[in-house]
């Protein structure tokens, strides 16, 4: 729950967007860099300069702890997910390799996909996944059999919340003999995560979700064994007398002045995720998935997708009422109950097309850490009143907002 001022009330349930609100000590960091460092790690020896750089190698620090990463000079700075996802897709294949995904991917994957198909001839195999949009994984034991260069696979739906059992693909693979990069823009922070343990090559996850740092930052893990070129070409601080490109970790791909405020601001979150721990962090996960699909999934003429199982999934339920709009439902939630939801097809449209919700979508419901059970128990009742008036709009609901 949140309050905004004396009149407005907000249940933030769009967390698979962006997480907030954040701890206080992201505000403080993100606060403290601007005001008190100011300056470009890695650029010069100055005590505000060797101060800005002390906070990123700190920074990779904490996320080499959280992830069981070796060797945090593996870890590279990114803007967001994205980034780090078309820094290894880019970098890695080759023209006329083969790559084998899921069809629930997000288009941060596939988007770079078609336009290597397009461009480099790569070949790309999609495996279907369960209409709850869980993975089969007979399926994708068959098809890493089949000995592509790479596998590619989101831990977790940003649209059904399905989590995928990355450690038993990893297996497959490393058996295959197949590079294994996981889309982590949902899971970093919410869900274990071991790439030594689950056989992850590449790594790439948001900052901005449940690492909880600000919008503008990321990572990409590069294993030892993967062979990368880099995305972009630049300064770096480092080897300022050639005009080639670093052969070195992180530099060799962080080119450009790395975002120092955003990058305080996420090791402040994966400080916050440390010291709260990822066991309780997931529990209450599973208890608000439990909460969604006690209350929302009880509401005739309301559909949920997904696993009904909340230890198989994250805290993301899509749903979709019967004879309304998802946009006049989402307006609704949001301007007559005060509940921010994501309507739409959430950059996904093969998952929606998996679990039979293309092209209308859904309306998502993502709570999150700071979200409580009577936040689902509000939006259980807003979207029961919404269902049950099939005249309902802005003007004549009657359940509004309750009182701060």
Known sequence: MRTT?????????????????????????????????????????????????????????????????????????????????????????????????????????????????????????????????TVDLPAWESALGERPQLAVVNHASNVTGAVVPVGRIGTAARKYGVKLLVDAAQSAGALPIDVREMGIDLLACSGHKSLYGPQGTGMLYVGKEVDLVPLKFGGTGSRSDSDEQPAFMPDRFESGTLNGPGIAGLGAGAAF??????????????????????????????????????????????????????????????????????????????????????????????????????????????LKEIREDRNATLENTQLGAPQP
């Open 5 to 133: 001022d004396e009149s407005t009330y907000m249940i933030y349930c769009d967390n698979a967007a962006t997480s907030f609100p954040k701890p206080e000590e992201v505000y403080d960091a993100v606060s403290g860099f601007l005001r008190d460092v100011g300056a470009s790690p890695g650029r010069s020896a100055h005590a505000p300069a060797v101060a800005a750089s002390r906070i990123v190698f700190d920074t990779r620090e904490k996320l080499a702890s959280l992830f069981n990463i070796p060797d945090s000079e593996r870890i590279v700075f990114t803007a967001n997910a994205t980034e780090g996802l078309n820094c290894a897709l880019n970098g890695l294949l080759r023209s006329g390799d083969t790559v084998v995904t899921t069809s629930m991917e997000h288009n941060s994957v596939m988007r770079p996909l078609r336009h290597l198909a397009d461009t480099r001839g790569v070949v790309v195999k999609v495996v279907p996944s369960r209409n709850d949009g």
């Open 273 to 382: 995720v440390l010291h709260t721990g990822i066991e309780a962090i997931r529990e209450h996960g599973r208890r608000m998935s439990a909460a969604l699909l006690d209350t929302i999934g009880r509401i005739d003429g309301v559909a949920c997708y997904g696993p009904p199982d909340p230890a198989q999934r994250l805290p993301t339920l899509s749903i979709t009422v019967d004879g309304r709009d998802n946009g006049t439902v989402a307006r609704l939630l949001d301007e007559q109950y005060g509940i921010c939801t994501r309507m739409g097809l959430h950059c996904a449209p093969n998952a929606h097309r998996t679990i039979g919700t293309f092209p209308e979508g859904t309306v998502r419901i993502s709570p999150g850490l700071f979200s409580s059970r009577e936040d689902i128990e509000h939006v259980a009742r807003a």
